[in-house]
């Protein structure tokens, strides 16, 4: 039996496992970091828009602070998150960028004076303060009051995993690569290491640390057209699943991007339309004005998603072979602008599409692209299941996003996350004392060994990518961006009966090492689990809410719904998750839930939710500086080295 | 609608780790569907032909730099590369040369990126970055020099240069486009305090920018357009300059 002795084992090298990384072995505790792909070749990198940070030094930012942060995060998340996590995020997000810019991010930076921006259709000239000049720059993203997203050119995912990542180098943290994460060492308390596959010699190796840290990224590839990379399976979450122990959280919230190019799904960032972009219809005419006066383009993605498929489902989408598009024209903002702000977008329209959008019109369609569901987690990242199983980034439901997070929060999130959980990683194993018999990884290593022999064994069976190329269009027809009682009915249960199809698995291909086909056996069967909680989740919640759109339940009712879904998969034997539910408290929420300013407000409201708004009201009467209101509203801890007040040019740390 | 085209393609199996395996050429038939790229034509095949076939994609976007590949006789992405530009649907495939083969068509450029960041030492260099309070404002930097950092910070590590380069298939431990790109990006940098000595040492013999025959296969061959003749001249100059 090989086994790996580390302190913490960060299974994931995306932005938030190397940032926990980092900070857990600044702490003095030794880190290996495990990935399928070469670290810089995580989804991190594909990010392309930006990262929120409320810096406030550009024009448009100014008057920002964590406080219309918090305020922006919580109404985007349609008040589905947890404001203690909102809070701690969006108070730490101006040192994580300043961070970033020490480790080499080559922040886009304000320029001061004259410049012209393109803003609701007109060129407008706005100027740059001169003492903001060489401070980060900020761009405007949906659901935001200012301009928020700080930038690299649309590259900002890539240079911030690959500042991440040298950081991580440089601090000699090893990065096993292509290796996967096949099961959780536990005992059913505390979670010890995980059993890892070589996805080149195919070895199994029993990891075994005081912490584990899930950072796996998101599950968008359980649905058939997704902008997320290849290897986005959701495996970290699942493999949490597999404990029995370890509950996902929210797994039916699941956000769709308004603009990702068809066919192909890969995503043109929100930055488009951020910097003046609009959205226009078979007949050239610029039709989100009509649905969403105030923010047009610009409202939340959840919203803008269902408009383009409410106005496309009107016949006014553009008929192409594989089905109906919109355009994103982003002609508008000229040649110069495109060629430096947004490159990559110009690049992928000239190798997927052939065409060039200094010119064209872009043909897209709202498109899987986002999990707020993940593995749940309390605000210190640590599974409330399992002692020792940490997670963060996409993996996670921390639960700063509710049902649906805002364009550059998420890789916002991802460092931010990195940042406070790494902190509280260390402080877990500077209590921690390994008391582990090696039977019980023996065990584990057993039992994934023995499903390897299985699926090997078997000479007649299901074939994995079939019954996975079902199950994709099952998510996409039935558990999409509407969703209703019947279809839901039909999705739980077909998937149910693949679910128990995918026990019966067989792997051709007889090879131990290197194995895409035994790969996608030792998947398929956890995907479904995976699907089968979003499917059952969304089922169950008969409401609707951010990115979960009931068509038999449009309004939002906190009534009875202002709750958390927590699946759990109890044992091996079962063929569908259990659901509970965890409640949101309003008498503690910082900003009791109100309206988010889209369309008719149809919200059932709490009884509690009155008594709060008094509440509040009567505290802010008090004329209290607003970081002290915001202690009495909603009293955060953060770890030590990660509070303080945030400076901004112009007005210090007001 | 008329019937699709037969697109025949050419990979290159072998399986180093699989006893008595020999290097071969199989040649797979499909039908081509529109818009179809090499990352789709990939997995149709070994969906449906052969489940054994091995290759890289993650992004399949042409920003991670995983699927390099040469493609009838050039280094380039396979996953943006679309099966239509090819006028008499035949494309030959074999993996990157220069890296160590994992099998087929897939190749671990991962290991040679990391020694390549460690022996550059990929980081910002500056002693007081760590002691900087994150609390306050950051270091301005001029909104050109942002930029121009950024353009050579776009490498996405696919190793299309390594294997297009004579000098870096003829001598394993010369540094590469990739790695002089690398310096050129930190060098461009006014955070990292190194200086034209400590360039020097990393970069100033056959290994490093004096091996280079500044044949530019790299950047021919780079599909980010990084601007590596420039770069390369700059720094022999430079190097030069400062012995
Ligand atoms: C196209 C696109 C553009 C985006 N643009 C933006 C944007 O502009 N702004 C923004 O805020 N957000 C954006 N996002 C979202 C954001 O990029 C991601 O949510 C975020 O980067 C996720 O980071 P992560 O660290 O959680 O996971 P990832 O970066 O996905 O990393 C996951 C890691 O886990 C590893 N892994 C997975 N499973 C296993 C296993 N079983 N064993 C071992 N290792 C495993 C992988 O190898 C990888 O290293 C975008 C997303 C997409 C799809
Ligand atoms: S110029 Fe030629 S020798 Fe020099 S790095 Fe480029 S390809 Fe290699
Ligand atoms: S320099 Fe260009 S070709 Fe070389 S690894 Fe980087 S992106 Fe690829
Ligand atoms: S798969 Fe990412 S560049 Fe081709």
Known sequence: ?654 | MSSPRKLKLNVLRYDPRKEGDEPRMVTYELDEAPSMTIFIALNEIRRKQDSSLKFDFVCRAGICGSCGMVINGRPDLACRTLTSQFEDGEITLLPLPAFELIGDLSVDTGKFMRAMSERVESWIHDEEAERRELTVLEEPMDPDTADRIYELDRCIECGCCISACGTARMRPAFLGAAGFMRVARFEADPRDKRTAEGWYDLLGDDDGIFGCMSLMGCEDHCPKDLPHQNRIAYMRRKLVQSR
């Open chain 1, 1 to 654: 039996m090989k086994v790996v002795y580390s302190d913490v084992l960060v299974v994931g090298g995306g932005l938030s496992g190397l940032r926990a990384a980092i900070a857990a072995t600044k702490r003095g505790h030794d880190a290996v970091v495990l990935s399928l792909v070469p670290a810089k070749r995580s989804h991190s990198a594909a990010a392309q828009g930006g990262m929120q940070a409320s810096l406030a030094a550009a024009f448009k930012s100014r008057g920002d602070n964590e406080d219309v942060h918090f305020a922006d995060t919580v109404k985007g998340s349609d008040w589905g998150c947890d404001q203690d996590v909102a809070r701690m995020f969006a108070n730490t997000a101006p040192k994580a960028i300043r961070e970033l810019s020490t480790w080499g991010v080559p922040w886009s930076r304000v320029r001061s004076g004259d410049r012209e921006v393109v803003v609701n259709a007109e060129r407008v000239t706005i100027t740059e303060p001169a003492d903001a000049h060489g401070l980060i720059t900020a761009r405007d993203f949906g659901g935001t009051k200012k301009w928020r997203t700080c930038f690299t050119a649309d590259g900002t995912g890539h240079t911030m995993l690959y500042a991440m990542d040298n950081k991580a180098i440089e601090l000699q943290i090893p990065v096993h690569e292509r290796k996967e994460a096949l099961a959780l060492i536990h005992d059913g308390g505390t979670c010890h290491g995980a059993i890892v596959r070589d996805l080149v010699s195919g070895e199994l190796v029993a990891y075994v640390s005081k912490a584990t840290v899930i950072a796996t990224g998101g599950y968008g590839r359980i649905y058939a057209v997704s902008t997320n990379a290849i290897i986005c399976e959701g495996m970290g979450a699942a493999i949490a699943l597999e404990t029995g122990v370890a509950p996902l959280g929210n797994m039916e919230a699941v956000q769709f991007h308004p603009t990702a190019i068809v066919p192909a799904g890969i995503l043109t960032t929100e930055g488009c339309r951020g910097d003046g972009g609009l959205l226009r219809d078979v007949e050239g005419h610029r039709f989100m004005p009509d649905y969403e006066p105030e923010k047009k383009e610009l409202a939340s993605r959840d919203v803008v998603s269902r408009r383009m498929t409410e106005h496309m489902r009107k016949g006014m989408g553009v008929p192409s072979p594989y089905g109906d598009h919109l355009w994103l024209d982003i002609t508008l903002l000229g040649k110069a602008h495109i060629d430096k702000n947004l490159r990559e977008v110009k690049e992928i329209c000239q190798h997927f599409l052939g065409i060039d959008p200094v010119n064209d019109y872009i043909p897209v369609r709202p498109t899987q692209h986002y999990s707020m569901g993940g593995v749940r987690t309390r605000p210190t990242g640590e599974s409330p299941g399992l002692r020792g199983l940490f997670s963060v980034g996409e993996a996670a439901c921390w639960d700063m996003h509710g049902f649906n997070r805002l364009g550059g929060n998420s890789v916002a999130e991802t460092v931010v996350a990195g940042m406070i959980v790494g902190e509280y990683v260390a402080d877990y194993c500077d209590g921690a004392v390994v008391d582990l018999q090696t039977s019980l990884i023996q065990g584990f290593l057993d039992r994934e060994r023995g499903r390897i022999d299985g699926l090997m064994a078997r000479d007649r069976g299901e074939n994995a990518w079939e019954l996975r190329d079902a199950m994709e269009r099952i998510m996409m027809e039935k558990v999409g961006i509407f969703r209703s009682q019947e279809p839901l009915d039909q999705a739980v249960e077909e998937l149910t009966a693949l679910h128990r199809r995918s026990r019966n698995l067989v792997c051709r291909n007889r090879v131990r090492s290197a194995n895409p086909e035994l790969e996608a056996c030792l998947r398929v069967p956890r995907m479904l689990k995976l699907a089968l909680c979003v499917a059952k989740g969304a089922q169950a919640r008969t409401e609707s809410r951010g990115a979960h759109a009931r068509e038999d339940y449009p309004e939002r009712n906190d009534r009875d719904w202002l709750k958390r879904t927590l699946a759990r998969w109890p044992t091996d034997d079962d063929d569908q998750p259990t659901l509970e539910y965890e409640t949101l408290d309003i008498m503690k929420m910082e900003l009791p839930p109100g309206s988010r300013g889209y369309g008719k407000d149809q919200t059932i409201h709490h009884p509690d939710t009155a008594r709060r708004v008094a509440e509040i009201d009567a505290l802010s009467a008090q004329q209290l500086d607003r970081f002290e209101l915001q202690q009495r509203l909603n009293p955060i801890e953060l770890p030590e080295r990660l509070r303080g007040k945030n400076e901004r040019v112009g007005i210090g740390y007001e």
